[in-house]
């Protein structure tokens, strides 16, 4: 049976020099990303180049994707928050793409790495940490403070506000990358059950046919976890920005 974990390993592609005594390279994680990228550049300029009357398949796309994120910001940041469109929209763009292009056959999924969730989540912790600051001073720290609490519960509940602020960065890239990572290994386990069973002759083929069951069925469930996690990331990211805009309980 195939190793799961080995579509998970980086390969160096092109090396490109040394900085500080650690090689810089292009991997196949860059070139992934790179892709995605790309995919979703043509899908916006491609899209947004007609500008029919009438929008074609690129073009409904375009605007469903950007309908869908700058709905997402209002309903929860308010009118407000469409400053930071830009950055949202980005985010689940890239997310959403990486993993549906991940779910294809002998590809690379760039967010099963903790690395790439990490540096996605510290991007939103710091934007609104700075935001936060710079737009409301002192005032930030408001955040820490729920109004209504009795103050002889008040240093702990702070304490646990404060714990639960720096924590953010951690839940959300965990919840991203375990999940994608938990659904490929998934998936590349029954898929190796068919090809193991299918090996067998007309037993085996028999044999194989509750896997393959099972793994078109996975296969599907991934492209809805694929949406999901974006989303949810996309989400989590509005309600963090919201705290920064509006900090105050």
Not at 46 to 63: C, D, H, I, N, T
Not at 115 to 135: D, E, P
Request: proline share 4%; glycine share 8%.
């Amino acid at each position: 049976m195939a190793d799961p974990i080995e579509q998970f390993e980086i390969h160096k592609i092109v090396s490109l020099g040394h900085i500080g005594g650690q090689e810089i390279a292009i991997t196949n994680s860059t070139v992934y990303m790179f892709v995605a990228v790309g995919v979703i550049s043509l899908l916006m300029i491609g899209g947004s180049a007609a500008r029919s009357v009438v929008p074609g398949r690129f073009q409904s796309l375009a605007e469903l994707t950007y309908e869908f994120v700058a709905n997402t910001l209002k309903s929860s940041v308010g009118e407000e928050g469409m400053k930071f469109f830009p950055l949202v929209f980005s985010i689940f763009m890239f997310i959403l793409t990486a993993n549906l292009i991940g779910i294809i056959p002998f590809t690379f999924t760039v967010t099963s790495h903790l690395i790439v969730t990490v540096a996605l989540a510290l991007l939103v912790f710091l934007t609104v940490l700075l935001y936060g600051l710079y737009k409301n001073g002192l005032k930030f720290f408001k955040l820490f403070v729920p109004s209504g609490i009795p103050i002889y519960i008040l240093p702990l509940i702070m304490v646990i506000e404060v714990i639960s602020f720096l924590s953010r960065p951690v839940s959300h890239s965990v919840r991203l990358f375990a999940n994608m990572l938990a659904g490929h290994i998934t998936l590349k386990v029954f898929a190796s059950f068919v090809a193991s069973l299918g090996a067998l002759g007309a037993v085996g083929i028999f044999g194989a046919t509750l896997p393959l069951a099972m793994t078109t069925a996975l296969t599907a469930l991934e492209l809805l976890v694929a949406f999901l996690q974006a989303y949810v990331f996309a989400i989590l990211t509005c309600i963090y920005l919201n705290d920064a805009l509006h900090p105050g309980h």
